[in-house]
């Protein structure tokens, strides 16, 4: 049995979508013979068949993200030699992938990148089209000094880990074990640890599209959070919360306009928009999703709640248009109908603010002569610290509680 | 071919049709007539070809890098290697393999170059012939100067490089027109216009009515052939040539080609080029032309073509084995890198090649 492993298609694309099998399961087949359409993030290319056999089994169907280097389908070769396709294992050395993907292969599927030592190699062919963005003067730096790059905060240029944050992180010590934490991650197709009783199952669509926002904010993002409580008591039982905290981050913008922006590291630039749209985030199985309610500022009560049940009809629709998925200018998270009171909530670049409100709660409070019980909402602000000061999220967040605070 | 008036005329020539036939009213240079040579060309753009589906499927297998295609660009490639003498200097750019094929370039040097072997640089029967070039129209002023190093030697050779139509955008170029000019340099230059640079349209290029008018600047003889036209890229490419080493200066020619592939194997060229401009093309292709005037001629038949195929791609695959085996079985060691691009190391480059050699023995730790 020989195993083919989806090469890189382009030049450092870290996977491929199949879009169809041009053959099937079972089916005899001739080295060159067009066998797979696979689309990447560049190109949409037929894969022919590098072997003259028949194809025993596909590792994907259409519609299945495969990992570059990832096994995609199983050949039995004719006249094939057991003992030479048997793959030339080596030791996993620490800082190296363990398994499949640190294997020298049979089908010299890498023939190209495996001239020299199929470890690093490879190691270095994941790290670059991985999470890591590094030069390989960097990666080596990094070895040198035993530094995992999972370790580095990036300052470079579009989240580059630079030499000076390998230093710093070789610096500030071990944390963990690097070399551990590495060998274990596994890829997608791996066998599972002898005690998993799951399996691994790749991401797809929105679930996948928020890993990647939620590390590139983590790569790009400064945050910092600041935490408080409105108290609503002298809101009516039946106040409209979702209108009224969109009300209350106008209000915020209004003494505040730095938070309501867009800010673009990479060039060093900020757009402080004169207009707000919040991005309200919904909670879906698939996956977060954050829908954008356009120009709340200019919209009365009503108004603002017919957008809000529209968003919330085509969420449960799954029925979002994609413009409506983008372009909001600050965001608005309330997870507080189920659990949690504070959060640390992560801002998606480029708005520079998130605001999330928490669980009300009812909470003595000390008056003028005494104590009363209040209602109170939990807030949670986090802004990107390289584009807004402490003292500007302070006064946003001072300006929302006193708005919050009113009766309507 | 010679006329530097002031006229500003490009002339266009193609002597084989599309249907097989030559073109009617037009004065057919006698090299149509030598079908012993038209045949040994035809069986290069065949072999060419098979090589090129090849290197393709390779490089969709995981056992090339990216490869630049050169489907549709072999007349016009082979022309070029077969007008030129062996001890003329040839400075491609990076598709042109029918040329480098006629010179002694191997079928695995291409592929090694392609993975990412130095040796692949090493030409052994084409030494005197420049390396891959791809930063775009560098490799014009490289011809221009191993032009000059003819002229001031006396020695009665022929520089001859290819740029693209988007190459021909690039300063490089026009500086390569100037100092052909000014120095009346033995150089050819030949604008390999296959109509798209990447996915930048000819139309999108420039506003000239043809490339070829750019050669008129430096007052040199500029002309246009169908380059999908063997017997008219050879022609031209021997009448230039031969003005060249004659001392009457250089020629700019512009191949009228089409690029039927992607640009690289790391391009998707359905996203930006419309298909039926692409089957269009496909009917103007170089090579079933110039089999049907062989087979009308009596030059080649079916079983010929058959053999041929048989025959080319076996040794297309032996190249590949030859290719899998040096990079499995006997790889470069990585200060290769440096070997083969200086004489002598300079010595910031010493510590670094010292550095390179024990990386791999310390198995990337230090």
């Known amino acids: 049995m020989k195993t083919f492993h989806l090469p890189d298609l382009g030049e450092g694309l870290p996977d491929a979508e199949i879009v169809e099998w041009l053959v099937k399961e079972g089916d005899e087949v001739t080295l060159d013979q067009p066998m797979i359409s696979m689309e990447t993030a560049k190109a949409i290319v037929e894969v022919p068949s590098p072997f003259t056999g028949r194809i025993v089994r596909f590792h994907g169907q259409a519609g299945d993200v495969i990992k570059t280097g990832a096994p995609l389908a199983e050949f039995e070769v004719a006249g094939e030699d057991n003992a030479s396709a048997k793959p030339k294992e080596k030791p996993s050395q620490p800082g190296t992938p363990s398994g499949e993907t640190s294997k020298k292969r049979d089908d010299s599927g890498t023939v190209v990148g495996n001239v020299e030592a199929g470890n690093e190699v490879l190691q270095e062919h994941l790290s670059s089209v991985g999470e890591f963005k590094m030069t390989p003067a960097v990666r080596a730096l990094a070895k040198k000094l035993k530094v995992d790059p999972a370790h580095c905060t990036p300052s470079g240029k579009g989240g580059v880990i630079t030499a000076a944050d390998v230093k710093k992180a070789a610096a500030d010590g071990p944390k963990a074990t690097p070399a551990t934490a590495k060998t274990s991650r596994p890829s997608a197709v791996q066998p599972s640890p002898t005690q998993a009783t799951g399996e691994w199952e790749p991401l797809r669509g929105t679930r996948r599209t928020m890993a990647r926002a939620m590390s590139e904010s983590h790569q790009q993002v400064v945050p910092t959070t600041l935490m ?107 997870f507080g109908k189920f659990a949690g009171r504070y959060a640390t909530p992560v801002i998606t670049p480029p708005c520079v603010t998130i605001v999330a409100a928490g669980k009300l709660r009812h909470e003595v409070v000390p008056v003028l002569g005494g104590v009363e019980v209040h209602r109170m909402m939990p807030l949670s602000l986090t802004f990107d610290h390289r584009a807004c000061t402490g003292g500007e999220a302070a006064r946003f967040l001072q300006a929302m509680l006193k708005d919050l605070a009113l009766p309507h | 071919m010679t006329d530097r008036s002031n006229t500003f005329k490009v002339d266009y020539f193609q002597f084989l049709g599309v249907d097989g036939n030559l073109v009617q009213g037009v004065k057919v240079p006698a090299l149509a007539k030598d079908l012993d040579r038209l045949k040994t060309l035809y069986k290069l753009m065949v072999k060419t070809r098979l090589f090129d589906k090849k290197a393709v499927a390779l490089q969709r297998t995981g056992k090339l890098g990216t490869y630049a295609s050169s489907l549709g660009h072999e007349a016009a490639h082979v022309a070029i290697g077969a007008a030129m003498k062996k001890e003329d200097c040839f400075a491609p750019m990076y598709r042109e393999y029918g040329a480098q094929f006629y010179r002694g370039v191997e079928m695995s040097d291409v592929l090694l170059y392609w993975g990412g072997d130095e040796r692949g640089n090493d030409f052994k029967n084409a030494g005197h012939d420049f390396s891959w070039c791809v930063p775009i129209a560098t490799q014009c002023l490289h011809a221009a100067g191993a032009a000059l190093a003819f002229k001031l030697r006396k020695e009665a050779r022929v520089a001859v490089s290819v740029v693209g139509d988007g190459g021909s955008s690039k300063g490089d170029f026009l500086e390569a027109i100037n100092a052909a000019s000014a120095y009346q340099l033995p150089l050819v230059l030949i604008i390999m216009n296959n109509q798209w640079a990447i996915s930048v349209p000819r139309s999108s290029q420039n506003q000239a009515a043809t490339l070829a008018q750019k050669g008129i600047a430096g007052g040199l003889t500029s002309i246009q052939v169908d380059g999908n036209d063997l017997i008219a890229c050879l022609w031209a490419m021997e009448e230039a040539i031969e003005a060249a080493r004659a001392g009457k200066g250089s020629v700019v020619i512009e191949m009228m080609t089409y690029r039927l592939s992607d640009h690289t194997t790391a391009d998707d060229a359905t996203r930006y080029r419309p298909d039926d401009e692409v089957k269009a093309a496909w009917d103007r292709e170089p090579m079933i032309r110039l089999r049907r005037y062989l087979t009308q001629s009596g030059a080649w038949d079916d079983a010929q073509e058959e053999a041929w195929v048989a025959e080319a791609s076996a040794e297309v695959q032996a190249a590949v084995d030859h290719y899998i085996d040096q990079v499995e079985n006997n790889p470069q060691p990585v200060t290769a890198m440096f070997d083969y691009m200086f004489k002598e190391l300079p010595h910031d480059l010493v510590e670094q090649r010292a550095y390179a050699e024990r990386y791999p023995e310390d198995g990337g730790h230090h």
């Open chain 1, 228 to 334: 408080d409580d409105a108290d609503i008591q002298a809101w009516a039982s039946d106040e409209d919360i979702t209108a009224r905290l969109i009300r209350a981050l106008w209000a915020g913008a209004q003494v505040e306009p730095g938070l309501n922006a867009w800010f673009d590291g990479d060039n060093g630039v900020r757009m402080v928009h004169k207009s707000m749209h919040v991005g309200v985030a919904v909670d879906t199985p698939e996956g977060l999703l954050v829908a954008a309610l356009r120009d709340v500022n200019q919209k009365d009560r009503s108004a603002l709640r017919q957008d809000i049940n529209r968003l919330r009809d085509n969420a449960t629709n799954r029925s979002i248009p994609a413009d409506e998925l983008k372009d909001y200018t600050i965001v608005l998270s309330n």
